[in-house]
């Protein structure tokens, strides 16, 4: 039997190889440049790809590849072969020191939001050796950063990089501060749970709204849906079962910690969640259980859905980011310690998060918008478009208790310890979580639930560490300029809670009733689509903020702007179109073959008894006729509205128009073809149902 720890990473190109393949003094240079970022020489460059090309060529590869993480969502990648031609005819297999670092794919296609019309059409891929390279099919995958020649980043990986280095950077400051005099840096880590639907690939081959959108634009809810909620944890199905089976093994050769695979909630929906790793891999790893997922669901003759809502009615899809910060020497920083000073210092980092929360609501939202998230967020499925964080009791009265200069008197297992003021010892939080919260502390890490399950997890993660950059920033600014560090600790951290308590929440977060305290009394943000958040990321404050970490310039959160509400245009245009084709081209056409088929039974049957009735035909044919005028009518309102949003110049004013009209009108037309199913029988209608699709076997 072959051992999972046999092939684990086999593709892998990781730090294991590289001692294995590389000699002592390249090995320890790169080294340099992977944990301190120290600028790698062309000679130390050359070597290491001479070392992967040989392992690449040993493992099956013949080709290679930058691959970068445009701002389309998908990853992307130009294979070029390590032949070379040498001067006496034959080929040699060769892969220079300049090819690993740097690539010029052609990248007009790619989105730039009008960065490249003011610098370079062209854009450069820059080696990341934070991440390691792997081997995909037959070609050896090199991560990289894309970026245009003016510098401004293209992609999702560069500002992920400097969001990182911002939050080291303030986080060292405030350690510092604590005399951990041992801490080199900071490294982010983040573990996050991945949902999807699987459907049965035939049946998906007939609807061309999976096609072309990734979700069903019609289709009424089959007589079970997920109430029984006997899906959860259920018993997986064979050929699921085999898919899992065959993803794990896919995923495990590639080095991604894919550790759980479970049913979720819907029927037909699944989750995985591989073990937390650090930031950077993390997101690439994601990258690829996204793309893997899909290839092998296909093998199995199935569809891997990733869009946030595929079928109406039934719960989206999402993705869970588990994040916390820990210290090189191996201290999570969200994790109570056993002294006072620790709790303390726990707590400064516990508040700094509430604060970064709070202040920052909006980009936490706009880092998750998009048209299909829409669907989810405030549409009264679990997580609401309200931003609240969840502690949970004991903490919550922890910082009660500081707020209000009370000695903490909470569950038995506390201890008082008086050493920092008034800040107790206390262990760890062990409430039920709250699954209804979209930002829950849960005991050493936070959990964001707001990301769809398309998502690419860098947005959160820019937005996130910046955040949390900015309030250490002020705390150290303070703390280091203090007379007195304790008295200014307990000051900053009650004047924090005090300042932020309306962002803590414990409740449940669907409550409508939640929702109106939350607006009305506690002013929390409430945007529930795209077009309504997105513009927000250049408010002025978010601006500075971003740009003062050196995070994002102007110019690039300018265009990313532009490229996140251009997407929605399109996304939403493409489901309009997809709704048109199949209203004219297989509702319409499917219902008046029934009809014509209840016409030709009423006139046999009286062209046996003149004078039977028919009364069922009748009134079928009657309503049925009725909605075919309705459905062909929405289909003239929805093209008119659509053409009109088309032809909107400023991509916002588009935007609005597309959320506003044209969607409305798509939930019109999908209104009366959804009636039209439910009396149509069911052979005619043009293609599978949500009965089929989401119990299939
Ligand atoms: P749930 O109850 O939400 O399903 P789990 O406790 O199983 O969650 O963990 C979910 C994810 O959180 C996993 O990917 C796990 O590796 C990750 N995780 C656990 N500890 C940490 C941590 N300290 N930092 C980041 N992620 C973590
Ligand atoms: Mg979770």
Redesign the pocket.
């Known amino acids: 039997m072959v051992k999972i720890s046999d092939y684990f990473g086999s593709l892998v190109f990781d730090d294991r190889v590289m001692k294995a393949k590389l000699s002592e003094e390249i090995y320890m240079k790169l080294k340099k440049t992977i944990d301190e970022g120290v600028r790698l020489d062309l000679s130390v460059a050359n070597a290491v790809a001479s070392a992967m090309k040989d392992w690449a060529i040993e493992n099956g590869a013949t080709h290679f590849s930058h691959w970068f993480q445009p701002l389309t969502g998908i990853t992307a990648e130009k294979h070029d072969s390590f032949i070379s031609a040498a001067p006496d005819g034959r080929v040699i297999m060769d892969f220079s020191g300049k090819e690993l670092i740097m690539g010029e794919p052609d990248a007009s296609s790619f989105p730039s939001g009008g960065l490249r019309a003011t610098f370079e059409a062209r854009g450069y891929t820059a080696w990341d050796p934070t991440s390691y390279a792997f081997i995909k099919g037959d070609t050896l995958c090199i991560p990289t950063a894309f970026c245009s020649f003016g510098g401004e980043a293209l992609d999702k990986k560069t500002p992920l990089l400097r969001s990182m280095e911002a939050l080291n950077r303030q986080a060292m400051r405030i350690l510092k501060l604590f005399g951990n005099e041992k801490v080199k840096c900071v490294k982010i880590?983040?573990?996050p749970?991945q949902e999807y639907f699987l459907v049965d690939r035939e049946l998906y081959n007939k609807r061309k709204d999976l096609i072309f959108t990734g979700r069903t634009l019609f289709g009424t809810m089959p007589p079970k849906g997920q109430e029984m909620d006997d899906h959860y944890f259920g018993a997986i199905k064979p050929r699921v079962a085999a898919f899992m089976k065959e993803l794990d093994a896919e995923l495990w050769k590639l080095g991604i910690l894919a550790k759980?695979e479970h049913n979720e909630v819907a029927p037909a929906q699944h989750e995985l969640?591989?073990?937390?790793t650090g930031l950077n891999i993390a997101t690439d790893h994601n990258q690829l259980t996204m793309e893997i997922m899909q290839k092998v669901a296909y093998k199995h003759g199935l569809v891997c859905l990733l869009h946030e809502k595929p079928f109406d009615g039934v719960n989206g899809s999402g993705k869970?980011n588990?994040?916390?910060i820990a210290t090189d020497t191996g201290v999570?920083l969200f994790s109570p310690g056993d002294t006072p000073y620790e709790n303390a210092q726990f707590l400064l980092f516990l508040c700094a998060v509430i604060k970064a929360v709070d202040d920052y609501q909006d980009l936490l939202r706009i880092s998750v918008a998009t048209a299909g998230n829409d669907h989810r967020l405030g549409a009264n499925e679990a997580p609401p478009a309200v931003l609240s964080i969840f502690l949970g009791d004991e903490l919550t009265e922890i910082l009660d208790a500081i707020e209000n200069d009370r000695p903490y008197t909470g569950a038995e297992k506390t201890k008082m310890r008086l050493g920092v003021h008034v800040l107790p010892k206390f262990t760890r939080d062990t409430t039920d979580r709250n699954r209804t919260s979209p930002f829950a502390f849960t005991g050493?890490?936070f959990?964001f639930r707001m990301l769809g399950s398309s998502d690419s997890i860098a947005c959160t993660n820019i937005m996130l560490n910046s955040a949390v950059a900015e309030s250490l920033r002020i705390y150290a600014d303070r703390l280091e300029n203090a007379e007195d560090f304790e008295t200014a600790l307990h000051n900053m951290i009650q004047k924090t809670i005090k300042d932020h308590k309306r962002i803590l929440f414990n409740g449940n977060g669907y409550d409508d009733a939640w929702i109106k305290e939350a607006t009305e009394v506690r002013g929390l943000l409430n945007y529930r689509t795209t077009p309504e958040c997105l513009p927000h990321i250049l408010d002025k404050k978010n601006v500075d903020m971003l740009m003062a970490h050196r995070v994002y310039s102007e110019v690039e959160l300018r265009s990313r702007c532009e490229i996140i509400l251009g997407n929605y245009c399109k996304t939403i245009a493409i489901e309009a179109r997809t709704m048109l084709e199949m209203s004219r081209k297989e509702i319409l056409p499917a219902i008046e073959e029934y009809l014509l088929k209840l016409a030709r039974t009423a006139n046999e049957k009286k062209s046996l008894i003149p004078d039977v009735p028919c009364e069922y035909e009748t009134k079928l044919i009657k309503k049925l006729s009725e909605l075919t005028d309705k459905i062909e009518e929405e289909t003239g309102e929805l093209e008119a509205e659509m053409k009109k949003a088309l032809a909107i110049n400023g991509v916002k004013e588009q935007a609005d128009a597309m959320q506003q009209k044209v969607l409305a009108e798509m939930q019109k037309l999908r209104g009366f073809c959804d009636e039209a199913e439910t009396m149509v029988a069911e052979k005619y209608w043009p293609f599978p149902n949500y009965g089929d699709l989401l119990f299939y076997n």
């Not at 969640?273 to 937390?276: E, Q, T």
């Open positions: 880590f983040v573990g749970e759980t969640a591989p073990i937390y869970h588990n994040w916390s999570n050493n890490k959990e």
